[in-house]
């Protein structure tokens, strides 16, 4: 299950922004999250709760959105969404792409509350 190490990170990282931005509160983390990463929402959501258990950021939401896939074909330079499983260029049907969006999660905002903003 490779969406407890990937929450641990998120957390920590989100930790770090919170800390640097002075908020004493975490209430959302908006990630995004690309479709090639394979990750099961549901697991990765179970994951962040408990990783967050016990810091300012417990309690907190957290959002994701799912980014599709996109490749480059090297053979014949054309730009298409990757499918799971199957990486051919639907143009030349060849399998040699880089791919250029769609395999990596990034934290696209955390939102919390700074000391002078206390309700």
Known sequence: MHELS???????????????????????????????????????????????AGTIAEGAVLKINEIPGMGSCRNCKNDFELKINDYRCPICNQAEIKVTRGDAVYIKSVVGQKKDEEK
């Open 6 to 52: 990937i929450a641990e990170a998120l957390v920590e990282e989100a930790l770090k922004a919170a800390e640097e931005n002075g908020l004493f509160t975490v209430e959302e983390v908006e990630i995004e999250v690309g479709a090639l990463k394979l990750i099961v929402p549901e697991l990765i959501q179970d994951a962040f709760r408990q990783m967050v």
